[in-house]
């Protein structure tokens, strides 16, 4: 018997984390200093893109992405129903109009075969963007998805929150870090405390794109440039311009420098969340939990590790592990049932397999603290449970 809560995911914060935050309370900046730079280096070095722009937190790095590409009301936008709603809020803000794709039954992600039927039945040109989720972790076939974008022409924005750190074998053989943009043209990331890296709030968005990086840039800080070579004219060294209507969408100092160390963990935390999965995949072999789908193409960041149950033993399922300590969740409610998107004329039924993927997933434990004995708690929970 375990006598605390174990979570479905939760922050590791290391003695080196709580000194590299004290010492920057102790330094001359607390924001607009030189760890935000340094952080968007390193994150952008690790990850193998260009740019890294460091942001307030995942959804306005979703937000900045749909200014970037200049969103205006009315453009279409195609994201997944299985998601956090941030993923399609993010292009609301602009007042796109939000078009969902169902998912894959097997990997949960956006179906890019639904993708493409979508896209056939409008001319080209019809939608801006194409907003896919790595959903628990799973890189989405970004190969496929460039495709799909030069013939049809649209922008793709990854929604990685779940995927530091995880990587896909293209078919040229060549392994492709998630975020590194060789085939999106922006990728999103979260720091919140139940993601990879924990900043407490944070974000980040990654490209190749110069022209993208640097509207990212601007839009992040009011709309507000300094730099001699963007200015209109120059009054001298106090002058700036405001060119756009940009927010206060910075990360701080403090969030930066715990940013650096965590990301120093990263490889760390990907290979134990990986041992974890195969421990929970091996002790529900033959039994009626169906197991997420692995492939060995892709490795795999394992933000959630993701069960199915039978839909009517599911809720059951999550009443007694709550009463035994083991708080499991369910990820996600579909996006297109929120009241607020179903005011568009989304409805139950639009979304078959995501539907159905909502009435029958649990998500297990999975953070890389996880002991092997709070594991063993869950695992045998689970299988009491579903008697
Ligand atoms: C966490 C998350 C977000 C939003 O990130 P915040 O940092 O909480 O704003 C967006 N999309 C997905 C898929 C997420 O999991």
Request: hydrophobic share 40%; charged share 25%; with cysteine.
């Amino acid at each position: 018997m375990i006598d605390h809560i174990i979570p479905y995911g939760h922050q590791f914060i290391s003695d080196e984390d709580v000194e590299a935050v004290v010492a920057v309370l102790k330094s001359d900046y607390m924001t607009q200093g030189p760890r935000i730079g340094e952080f968007e280096r390193q994150f952008a070095d690790y990850l193998g893109c260009k740019y890294a722009c460091m942001v307030s937190n995942g959804t306005a790095a979703l937000h900045l992405c749909a200014m970037a590409l200049d969103i205006r009301p009315g453009d279409k936008v195609i994201t997944t129903p299985i998601t956090f709603v941030a993923s399609a809020n993010g292009f609301r803000y602009c007042g796109a109009e939000i078009v969902f794709c169902d998912i894959d039954a097997r990997t949960f992600l956006m179906d890019l075969n639904k993708l493409e039927e979508i896209l056939k039945a409008s001319p080209k040109g019809s939608y801006k963007a194409v907003v896919p989720v790595d959903f628990a972790g799973y890189p989405i076939d970004e190969e496929k998805l460039r495709k799909l974008a030069d013939e049809y022409g649209f922008a793709i924005v990854v929604d990685a929150c779940h995927a530091p750190g995880g990587s896909f074998i293209d078919s040229k053989g060549e392994k492709q870090m998630v975020g590194n943009c060789k085939y999106a043209d922006l990728t999103c990331f979260s720091f919140h405390p139940v993601k990879h890296i924990a900043t407490g709030e944070g974000g980040a968005v990654t490209t190749n794109r110069k022209d993208l990086f640097e509207k990212v840039s601007l839009f992040r800080t009011h709309g507000i440039t300094k730099d001699p070579a963007l200015l209109e004219r120059n009054d001298g060294g106090w002058y700036y311009e405001m060119q756009e209507l940009g927010y206060n969408y910075r990360i701080t100092e403090m969030q930066a420098a715990l940013g650096m160390t965590q990301l120093s963990r990263l490889d760390w935390s990907v290979r134990r969340r990986n041992e974890i999965a195969m421990r929970y995949d091996e002790a529900f072999k033959g039994t009626e939990v169906k197991t997420p789908f692995r492939q060995d193409n892709v490795v795999h960041a394992f933000h959630l590790y993701v069960i199915q149950v039978e839909a009517d033993k599911r809720k059951g399922l999550y009443d007694y592990l709550r009463a035994n300590k083991v708080y499991s969740q369910v990820l996600y409610i579909p996006a297109h049932l929120m009241p607020y998107y179903r005011q568009f004329g989304w409805k139950a039924g639009d979304m078959p397999v995501a539907e159905e993927y909502y009435a029958k997933c649990l998500a297990l434990p999975m953070f890389p603290t996880l002991t092997d004995e709070e594991q063993n708690w869950v695992i045998e929970c689970v299988k009491e449970g579903l008697k």
